[in-house]
């Protein structure tokens, strides 16, 4: 199925609430899942890379975050791929291919375990699965921290190169610290992803689909980075021998490298077959 879309915005209901979605782009269907902070207000830059010139995208803000709603009662995983199929439904996606980084490859994974016959293909970016496979580094930790001790254990378990004692690029150093703090202060600037964003975290530290990972019937393509510390590559390659036929790809990268990382989607959209004259796309900075 081709879906054609201009670029649209906006709220879609998911039952009793409503999730903010975007899409752009036009070509087979792809649902993108962001991670933990997937605020689109503040940044988007699955719309910014290649994908929308060979797909029709879709992404949408996860419950509790930024413009979405935030329903009562605990949260779990099987939540958010429920969340995911409602915007599937709202487009009328009988399937799509799906990308998910970090969070929300988590998220992928849960859908397509639970439910195969609406996912195509499937790529897991910088991901763990939980349980005895390992599961992503417990952000929550650090979450109490002084906004500079804060930015500085993020980036250093996001990224084993970086190195906030390196004298030698210590403007560089400086930079990421003070890119990274601008960015906590206005995601949390935003009193639902305040209220959310623990919320969030709740059911991320419960996620465990180790045991059903031969569930999953998508074609898979699981990427990790050498030196990310959050999800570690280990777990990538591991997860990826659970699932049958399951490529994987280690990138010179950390846990940033989607979009950061040009080999990411080039390497994506020659697996998916797609025509690659304009493929590259923009770092999220």
């Known amino acids: 199925m081709t879906v054609q879309l201009d670029k649209q915005e906006g709220l879609v209901c998911a039952g009793a609430f409503e999730l903010y979605v975007r899409r752009e782009g036009s070509g087979p269907p792809l649902l993108f899942l962001g991670g933990s902070s997937f605020d689109m207000s503040l940044r988007a830059p699955v719309f910014s890379s290649a994908l929308v010139q060979h797909f029709a995208v879709a992404a949408f803000e996860p419950r509790g975050l930024a413009r979405s709603g935030a ?7 099987a939540d958010y791929a429920s969340d995911a199929l409602a915007v599937m439904d709202s487009l009328g996606w009988q399937r799509a291919d799906v990308i998910g980084e970090s969070f929300g490859g988590m998220t992928a994974l849960e859908l397509a375990i639970r439910h195969p016959h609406r996912v195509n293909r499937l790529a897991i970016v910088v991901a763990a699965p939980g349980g005895a496979g390992g599961s992503s580094y417990p952000i929550e930790e650090y979450s109490s921290a002084q906004p500079r001790e804060q930015a500085i254990a993020a980036l250093r378990i996001q990224d084993a190169r970086f190195d906030p004692f390196n004298s030698h690029s210590s403007l560089a150093v400086e930079a990421k610290i003070q890119e990274r703090m601008q960015f906590t202060q206005a995601f949390f600037g935003c009193p639902n992803n305040a209220l959310g964003h623990p919320r969030l975290l709740k059911a991320r530290s419960q996620h465990d689909c180790w045991d059903r990972l031969d569930q999953i019937k998508a074609q898979c393509t699981v990427i990790s980075g050498r030196f990310d ?57």
Not at 234 to 239: L, N, R, S, T, V
Request: hydrophobic share 45%; net charge negative; glycine share 14%.
């Open 71 to 77: 329903p009562d009662g605990e949260w779990c995983m």
């Open 229 to 285: 510390n959050q999800a570690p590559a280990a777990y990538g390659a591991a997860m990826a021998k659970r699932i049958a036929g399951a490529k994987f790809l280690l990138i010179e990268g950390g846990h940033s490298l989607c979009f950061a990382e040009p080999e990411t989607i080039g390497f994506l959209l020659r697996e998916w077959g797609a025509s690659l004259n304009s493929v590259g796309c923009a770092s999220h900075g």
